[in-house]
């Protein structure tokens, strides 16, 4: 009788009684289902877990290099940083000071004014001090063409002191025009707010802080 034929021939009910060679593979077979299955729930789950503490070694290895090049870096960083700091002082202070802001206004005014143009309206507005610098707000109505707005902007550009002006809510648009009818004389008409800066100097140093916080609320 051939090894197939004795598992042909298998009593399901006397197990007992099947022949050694059939319990022997019976036997394999079953520690092979086992072990795969055992396998499968578990050592495949333990698989995918390395698979991802693996993947979070590889990121943080990354970071851990990004972290060291910038620690390396970080008094360099430092010492560039303070270089910038004191460039933008030394900027600021080409701007005009608290005390020559009033007579900066009125040499604004009066550029206005040798440029030809018709000032209706030069109002300056309490200032906004922020941590460097301060902001003056200047309400505007201007009258005048355009070569005489150019000659006013040539001549505040050319004032000792540096003078930023800004524009903000700012139309120029022509004078008394109707339709398509140009505007007579070529006026224009300025009307907005434009800022002017100052440098805050040294000793409203904790002033122009506490102001700054405030202004940002």
Known sequence: MSFLDDFRNL??????????????????????????????FKISNQQNDLASLASQEVQLKQQFVKQQERAVNLDALKKQLSEM?????????????????????????????????????????PETVKEFYAVKPIKLKMIGTYNQFGTFISGVASLPRVVILTMHDVSLRPLGATGNKPAPGGLLELNGTVQTYRYIEDDEGGKGAAAGKGGGK
């Not at 009033?102 to 309206?121: E, I, K, W, Y």
């Open 85 to 125: 700091q004191d460039m933008l002082r030394q900027m600021l202070r080409q701007l005009p000071s608290k005390t020559e802001m009033p007579q900066l206004l009125v040499d604004v005014s009066q550029t206005a004014l040798s440029a030809g143009l018709q000032t209706d309206l030069f109002q300056p507005e």
């Open 11 to 40: 009593d399901r009910n006397n197990i007992g009684g099947w022949p050694q060679s059939v319990k022997t593979t019976f036997t394999v077979l079953a520690a092979v289902v086992i072990l795969f299955f055992g396998w499968w």
